[in-house]
């Protein structure tokens, strides 16, 4: 079965404050995706990376950055936590050509 | 306009219904559609995927493509509480782009 776990549930920070989400997938997948999901609004993406060291910007990057060093981890960066980064963030995972596979999820509460 | 369109909901039915979720689309450059079921407060699961018109059958669900119309359905037959969820329709053109529906919330009454 693949496995794609997140660091955290469930995270609470303040306003200002630096907040790292990590992904790691363990099905030698190329592909990792990190998306936010709001009521109404879906799965938006907001970064994306076909390779280690290599990443894209999503539909929404602002306020975001990420890192991926290993092939089997990505990092999702909130350099600044802003009230409007509280969301539900999800990473996901392919092989090329292939179905897409999701963590559980992190839920963030920025005060 | 959207990549996908899903009707919102909610949508309320009774146990042993059979269920109808639906979605359209709007670029024809596409490879293959996927249904997710997400639990509340959990990340979606990958309940069916399929490559080509017409009916792919697993136990109660039934994925239907009809590209015609551009049109992708989920059935559930014999619906249960547990399948209580949200479900996100979604397709990719090459594996490497996904679009996600914005989901249909279900709920199944015992």
């Known amino acids: 079965d693949v496995k794609v776990t997140q660091s955290s549930r469930y995270l609470v920070k303040r306003t200002g404050e630096k907040v790292f989400l990590e992904c790691v997938q363990d099905m030698d997948h190329e592909n990792m995706f990190w998306y936010r999901q709001d009521p109404g609004l879906g799965l938006r993406l907001i970064y994306f990376?076909?390779?280690?060291?290599?990443?894209e910007k999503g539909d929404i990057p602002e306020g975001y950055s990420v890192s991926r060093e290993k092939k089997e981890r990505f990092s999702l960066i909130l350099e600044s936590a802003s009230t409007n980064q509280t969301s539900m963030y999800l990473c996901?995972?392919?092989?090329?050509?292939?179905?897409?596979?999701f963590g559980p999820g992190t839920r963030l509460l920025v005060l | 306009q959207k990549e996908v369109e899903q009707d919102p909901g909610p949508l309320s039915v009774p146990e042993g219904a059979i269920v109808s979720l639906n979605c359209t689309y709007s670029n024809s450059a596409f490879q293959y559609f996927m249904w997710y079921r997400q639990y509340s407060r959990k990340g979606p699961e990958l309940l069916m995927y399929?490559?080509?018109?017409g009916n792919k059958e697993d136990g109660r669900f039934t994925a239907q493509v009809d590209k015609s119309s551009k049109y992708i359905s989920l059935f559930i037959r014999d619906s249960q509480p547990s399948d209580s969820a949200t479900y996100l329709c979604?397709?990719?053109?090459?594996?490497?782009?996904?679009?996600f529906g914005t989901g249909t919330s279900l709920t199944v009454i015992p």
């Open positions: 996901a995972s392919n092989p090329p050509g292939e179905t897409q596979y």
């Open positions: 990376s076909y390779d280690v060291k290599m990443k």
């Open positions: 979604a397709k990719t053109n090459t594996g490497n782009q996904f679009y």
């Open positions: 399929t490559y080509s018109s």
